[in-house]
């Protein structure tokens, strides 16, 4: 058990995709259009504020077609946390809705998987469909923080603060990490795009972006143990969050999933 406190700010929204977009092998026989929600995850603990992934701003979200309710920053702001006040930021992976902003956090130290940044700077982006997540100004920005030396490069496992440790899973992306925090309900697992959506894990099925299918299957059996109940992971892009946590703060689109969910997965 732990103390941390863990919201979910939404700040955008993707709406009518296809169960082809959101499952590699979706059920022939379903033809229910799913949203998409965007999230960045503030983790309160020990009496600092320990930022999971910056999102994408407004230019990002023209480009690529996406809703922008509100700039990450400002929905942290509406939430009462100033970008300068944040000191530790986690990044989950570099595609262009966890790593923009990047430019915005003036004192932020960025823990990052370095199997990570060596896959977005690497031989696999001259690929096209694999390059089409990242966007080449956020990893130019996080080369530039390297330079500045103000990245921790995490090789699998690390502890970012007590009780607030990083899971290298790949799968989506070949440096993805998962975040575990110690809250007051046992560990919750930060899944990020590990799932996008509960049914993906539950299933079995991986949502169609993916580097290493292998690796994204083992990452599932990562995050429920490292969980240790159906209901302690979040996925990354679920609607469905807004519907079992409380609403905390209207103005920042917040939720609170250190609280137990309004109904559970467990069987």
């Known amino acids: 058990m732990g103390n941390a406190e863990i919201y979910a700010l939404r700040y955008a ?3 009518s995709r296809s169960l082809h977009m959101n499952f590699l092998q979706p059920d022939p026989h ?3 259009a799913q949203d998409l929600d965007y999230f960045v995850w503030l983790i309160r603990t020990g009496g600092r504020d320990i930022l999971v992934d910056t ?3 407004a230019a990002e979200a023209q480009a690529r077609n996406r809703k922008l309710t509100r700039n990450p920053v400002d929905a942290l702001a509406a939430f009462g946390v100033n970008a300068a ?4 930021i986690i990044v ?3 595609h262009y809705d966890h790593a923009g902003n990047l430019d915005r956090f003036p004192n932020a130290r960025f823990h990052l998987q370095e199997r990570e940044m060596a896959y977005a700077t690497g031989r696999c982006m001259c690929n096209g469909l694999l390059r089409h997540p990242f966007s080449v ?3 130019t920005t996080m080369v530039r923080h390297v330079y500045g030396e103000r990245v921790t490069f995490h090789a699998g496992e690390g502890e970012v603060a007590p009780g607030i440790t990083v899971h290298r899973v790949g799968g989506h992306s070949d440096g993805l990490q998962v975040v575990r925090a110690a809250t007051a ?3 919750v697992v930060l899944a990020s795009d590990a799932a996008h959506y509960y049914a993906n894990l539950q299933r079995r099925s991986p949502f169609p972006i993916v580097y290493n299918v292998g690796d994204m299957a083992l990452g599932w059996e990562t995050i429920e143990r490292l969980a240790g109940h159906p209901d302690r992971f979040i996925p ?3 609607p469905l969050v807004t519907e079992l946590y409380p609403r905390v703060n209207d103005a920042a689109d917040a939720y609170a999933l250190h609280v137990a969910p309004k109904r559970s997965f467990a069987k």
Do not use: A, S
Not at 85 to 88: F, G, P, Q, V
């Open 13 to 15: 929204t993707m709406g």
């Open 30 to 32: 379903d033809t229910t």
């Open 55 to 57: 999102g994408f701003n």
């Open 85 to 88: 006040d944040i000191r530790d």
């Open 92 to 94: 989950t992976h570099l």
């Open 137 to 139: 100004e956020h990893v």
């Open 185 to 187: 309900r046992g560990p």
């Open 236 to 238: 990354g892009h679920d």
